[in-house]
């Protein structure tokens, strides 16, 4: 018989559904169920893409024993952390702080009013490595409630303080701006303590489990491009390759999984991320417009065409993840033996991939009933193997691409992981802005048209009452965008419309903002700026000047959350600030420079602390250091000339630049698509085109050097810039 989430929106909750466990889904039905009954809560938090989160559902969500204690004794809510990333948030900071870890699965134990008294992440079905089972947890909680209430509200009373107070700052306090410019040494001390983690031999910082963390790479990276300091390039360069050669990636398909469980980016656990494909695509861009390294070009492409092939809906949207299992087994979809890729290739094709890519009879992953299995991955120099073979490089790589080819077809007959279809706005506006950046840096028209019909479609479907959402309800299901779903009651999340979390707002704007740069179509500038204005009335504490990560008619909870500090995707304050400089400089808007400039300033202490969780933040901060090169183009946009203008423009990786344009015609006196600063006075006043052709002017440090017609001689201005700045 199923239960209340039969239905539901979410994917992941759809998943729990047959579960012998009388699951709720957050909202003030489980709420109004636990005050009445006075029990405590037990909140169970994941992913549809979550390998452990399966495997805990099977252990014990699916046996009837632990459901029974589970439902005998406490109130059952089940959460999608993407679908409500405000509660994952809020229970995450709480389990971190009563065990200092955390993770999904989280579980959580709640007072009938929502506070967390106990929690952890997966808990076995039987006593292991020191872990207690669930059922013993689950024994333990509602015994405390029980027999030592006092104690418990007492104690989730404290926890729900540490929150409050964590919501100010790192130390409890309000964090405070100090109103001095920030020192461009900062960021060189941040860098330098970022490397002192790297991992020289194998690439990525620290040890297993290893995770890409392209926010990092791409600070990193921009510090090169600013300093010329060669070891923070050379760390990326490494991390690229390797990733770019590791397990992680699908050599097949071309997008990575989430992370790799071992040191050396061999094995994965194998859910694919909208999210990570998106940040990655852009780290590996960066790295190939900085060398010009076709390897990292290759893998940037390869990124790209995955998520336009397996991610994209009908609309032109973005689905949110791939599960890692298949069949029951993790991985399987991905997996090959020694006799699967010569029946398919024959013998002399097949022993030649097999030996690129370490396909042997024993296999390379050993996790569950693996054995003899392999995870294609190149650990070896092609070089190398091409002269061992007596063919050349491209000879080797041809061959190469055709098996990958015919393995991929094949491939294609397997069951494949489920897809999770929900369109979330952050994520959407990460693959947005790295299909512009992508298109406009590769000269990539189906690149940016697939960032252009996006947009357009999620503009229409996340604010279909001018009230920009977090998710589009049901793409996929027939529902129209902003109507409930059918079966929708009050106290149900069926359909629900969850208004935009500060990173859906200020991730969107910047999308945007690439999306205009990419096109110098005035429309998507018009609606940055919009979204940076929804930014500061709904998502601006007055009182404190803190942002949040929840609007301020949102729904009420425990404490209204504020993460400053990036997760796999960066936090919506560091979007946020990346949104209000961009602005500034584009629109010579000093306040906006000036909020920016408060949002990094207030969390100088966290980024001293730890580097590794504020990259966007640390990005943000370094660009403010040194002054912007800004660059704008006159004349039609659909003009040849004008788009090789643009391409040129593009084609240089030139950290912290803004562009922007102008219709021809509009500079004897017609109105810019946007009245600003920037195109009335410090770039465009008195510009027109050169002869009626197409102008590039360029600007920096407030001083604008001759106007360009010649997509050549800009190419080589804008490289004498970019040596400049480093």
């Not at 979410?10 to 005050?35: E, F, K, M, T």
């Not at 094709?349 to 054995?371: I, Q």
């Not at 961009?582 to 000093?590: F, I, K, P, Q, Y």
């Not at 021809?664 to 027109?688: K, Y």
């Amino acid at each position: 018989m199923p239960n209340r989430l039969e239905g539901e929106q979410s994917l992941y909750l759809r998943q729990h559904a047959g579960n012998p466990v009388d699951w709720y889904p957050w909202g003030p039905a489980a709420l109004d169920r636990a005050r009445a009954l006075d029990r405590p809560m037990l909140v169970s938090i994941g992913y549809s893409a979550c390998h452990w989160c399966h495997v805990m559902e099977r252990e014990s969500f699916e046996d009837p024993e632990t459901a029974r204690i589970m439902n005998d004794g406490f109130v059952c809510v089940k959460v999608d952390r993407e679908e409500r990333p405000d509660v994952d948030g809020i229970y995450m900071r709480a389990v971190q702080a009563l065990t200092g870890h955390g993770g999904w699965p989280l579980t959580v134990f709640l007072t009938p009013d929502a506070r967390p008294y106990y929690g952890g992440t997966y808990f076995p079905p039987e006593p292991r490595h020191g872990m207690p089972s669930f059922r013993q947890v689950l024994s333990a909680t509602r015994a405390a409630w029980d027999e030592r209430r006092s104690e418990v509200t007492e104690a989730a009373e404290r926890i729900r303080d540490l929150l409050r107070r964590s919501t100010l700052g790192p130390d409890g306090e309000l964090a405070r701006a100090s109103g001095q410019p920030l020192d461009p040494s900062f960021a060189a001390s941040a860098a330098e303590e970022l490397l002192r983690r790297f991992d020289p031999v194998f690439g990525g910082f620290g040890r297993a489990p290893k995770f890409p963390q392209p926010v990092v790479l791409e600070f990193l990276l921009e510090h090169f491009a600013y300093t010329g300091r060669t070891p923070a390039l050379e760390a990326v360069l490494h991390t690229l390759r390797k990733m770019g050669r590791g397990g992680i990636r699908d050599h097949l398909g071309g997008g990575f999984h989430r992370y790799s469980v071992d040191q050396r980016w061999l094995a994965p656990h194998f859910e694919k991320m909208l999210y990570d494909n998106a940040l990655l695509a852009g780290a590996y861009l960066r790295g190939y417009q900085l060398t010009g390294d076709e390897e990292l070009l290759g893998v940037c492409r390869e990124v790209l065409d995955d998520v336009l092939d397996d991610f994209r809906s009908p609309e032109g949207a973005f689905f949110a993840a791939r599960d890692a299992d298949s069949e029951g087994e993790e991985g399987l979809f991905y997996l090959w033996t020694a006799d699967q890729v010569d029946e398919e290739l024959g013998h002399e094709a097949g022993r030649l991939l097999r030996r690129c890519y370490d396909v042997s009879k024993e296999g390379n992953f050993t996790e569950g009933n693996s054995k003899g299995r392999n995870i294609l991955h190149l650990p070896h120099d092609l070089d190398a193997v091409a002269r061992d073979e007596g063919i050349t490089r491209p000879e080797l790589e041809r061959a190469l691409a055709a098996g990958r080819k015919r393995l991929r077809e094949i491939r294609s007959h397997r069951v494949a992981p489920a897809r999770d279809e929900k369109v979330l706005a952050a994520w959407n506006a990460l693959a947005l802005r790295a299909l512009a950046e992508a298109g406009a840096a590769l000269d990539e028209p189906r690149y940016v048209a697939a960032a252009r019909e996006g947009a357009a479609w999620l503009l229409e479907a996340l604010a279909p009452d001018g009230r920009c959402l977090h998710q589009v309800p049901a793409v996929s299901g027939g529902v129209v965008p902003g109507e409930a779903a059918p079966g929708s009651a009050p106290g149900s999340a069926k359909g629900a419309r969850i208004l935009a979390f500060l990173d859906d707002v200020a991730g969107l704007g910047n999308a945007l903002l690439s999306l205009h740069e990419a096109t110098l179509e005035p429309q998507w500038l018009l609606k940055a700026v919009e979204l940076d204005l929804e930014v500061d009335a709904r998502f601006l504490d007055p009182e404190t000047g803190l942002l949040h990560d929840t609007p301020a008619d949102g729904e009420p909870l425990v404490v209204r959350p504020r993460e400053v500090m990036d997760s796999p995707v960066p936090s919506g304050a560091s979007l946020a600030a990346e949104l209000k400089l961009r602005l500034g400089r584009l629109l010579g808007d000093g306040k906006r420079l000036e909020d920016a400039r408060e949002i990094v300033d207030r969390e100088v202490n966290g980024m001293r602390q730890m580097p590794s969780g504020f990259g966007r933040l640390l990005t943000v901060a370094q660009r403010l250091a040194h002054p912007p090169i800004e660059v704008a183009i006159v004349g039609d946009r659909e003009d040849p000339r004008t788009q090789a203008l643009l391409h040129e423009v593009h084609r240089v990786f030139l950290p912290g630049s803004v562009v922007t344009g102008m219709e021809s015609g509009m500079e004897g006196g017609g109105t810019p698509p946007v009245a600003t600063p920037l195109l009335e006075g410090r770039v465009l006043e008195g510009r027109a085109t050169s002869r009626g052709r197409p102008t590039a002017f360029v600007c920096t440090g407030f001083v604008c050097r001759a106007p360009s017609t010649d997509p050549e001689a800009l190419r080589g201005e804008l490289a004498e810039l970019a040596r400049a700045q480093a």
